[in-house]
């Protein structure tokens, strides 16, 4: 009787030794699989048509309950690439806000031209409109080691003013490098600190007007040489092939730069194939050929990304 007793432990034991290791194998494969850590909705030009935007955040809340349950990770947050109004009235911008809001989302936004359309009628420079509903127009947001960087080119015949210059100035000194903290997030405002931002794995910028495209002239100062010449500017920042001389400013390239305003979904690469650019599709449906959409950027363990288009159904 002892002897079985003894040796049914000793079973019980082998088996709690096989299943032990068993989870340590699952545990250590676990590890070297390829995850996401980021989603981010991308929204852009939906131009009044706010039925339509509350369909697409509602889709994106959606993916994000859908992604959580099976991959454990959901959208984090929604950036928003302007052209929200038509005239850029605080009436327009504060139903899109409501809109925005009541997604439960967490956004950040930058400005359209057409959301500066009124503030420019009365002579200023900025899309003080736009500031006053929704916040700063540029600002760099943090997570997971990527810093999502916000810019405001929407001045049809200025361009990016010295606040937009000045984040560019300060991300474009940030080295890319291991020692990154996963858990930091943190956004900031142009205004907050003259120091450069901490090491990333990866830089992102997000503005409404595209500098460059290899088949639309519908980019970055086709109505101002003086915004034309901004445009090759910013360029030379994002790929990191010297310094804009008003500023002074010396780039270090960026890995991914996003903009609506062309209402089509688009991936290409920069000039002087450095820099993966893409546009983001309308969410309106007024001169929208490819119809409703937006997009998912997804950021892996590994640091590669992409980026899906999505249709508005």
Do not use: C
């Not at 019980?12 to 909705?41: F, H, M, P, T, Y």
């Amino acid at each position: 009787m002892l002897v079985a007793v003894v040796a049914a432990v000793f079973l019980s034991d082998l088996r709690n030794l096989s299943n032990l290791s068993n989870l340590s194998q699952q545990e250590e494969g676990g590890k070297g699989e390829k995850r996401a850590i980021l989603r981010i909705g991308l929204v852009a030009d939906s131009h009044n048509e706010n039925e339509l935007l509350a369909k697409a955040l509602r889709q994106v809340f959606d993916r994000e309950a859908q992604t959580e349950s099976a991959q454990g990770k959901g959208i984090n947050f929604v950036i928003g690439l302007g052209d929200y109004t038509n005239l850029g009235t605080v009436e327009e911008l504060k139903q899109a806000k409501e809109v925005f809001e009541k997604s439960k989302l967490e956004y950040y936004l930058t400005a359209g031209d057409r959301d500066g359309w009124e503030s420019r009628g009365k002579g200023d420079e900025g899309p003080t409109n736009f500031i006053q509903i929704f916040g700063p127009s540029n600002q760099v947001v943090e997570r997971e080691g990527v810093q999502f960087v916000l810019l405001d080119n929407s001045n049809l015949y200025k361009g990016i003013g010295e606040g937009g210059w000045n984040l560019l100035e300060k991300v474009s000194k940030v080295t890319k490098g291991s020692n990154v903290s996963k858990g930091s997030n943190k956004t900031f405002e142009t205004s907050e600190t003259s120091e450069t931002f901490d090491t990333s794995k990866l830089i992102f910028v997000f503005a409404h007007k595209t500098p460059f495209h290899p088949e639309s002239s519908h980019t970055m100062g086709e109505d101002s040489p003086e915004v034309a010449k901004q445009a090759e500017e910013l360029l030379a920042v994002l790929e990191g092939k010297g310094s804009q001389e008003s500023q002074g400013s010396r780039g270090k390239k960026v890995d991914g730069f996003f903009s609506g305003d062309l209402h089509f979904f688009a991936s290409y690469l920069s000039p002087a194939k450095i820099v993966k650019m893409t546009t983001v599709g309308a969410v309106a449906s007024e001169r929208n050929f490819g119809g409703p959409r937006f997009a998912i950027l997804t950021v892996f363990n590994d640091y590669s990304w992409e980026v899906e288009d999505v249709e508005i159904r």
